[in-house]
């Protein structure tokens, strides 16, 4: 399957969706996650804002049944 631009991670749940981490497109310094499967999503800006939402969306991941 191939990657979507700009995507920086994405992390399987254990209902077959996944959790993507990419930037805003409007704010190159936000980093977004986000969940296909339950549609929770996060945000963070600044210097550790993308292993801030990687392990937001590693942890969501592990819990969601979505």
Do not use: F
């Not at 700009?6 to 996650?33: H, K, M």
């Not at 801030?52 to 969501?60: I, K, L, T, V």
């Amino acid at each position: 399957m191939p990657v979507p631009a700009g995507l920086i991670a994405s992390y399987p749940t254990a209902g077959r969706s996944a959790v993507d981490v990419r930037p805003n497109p409007v704010s190159p310094a936000n980093v977004l996650a986000g969940c296909h499967g339950c549609r929770m999503a996060n945000g963070a800006k600044g210097p550790r804002a993308e292993q801030q939402m990687r392990d937001w969306a590693q942890a969501h991941a592990s819990q969601c049944r979505a």
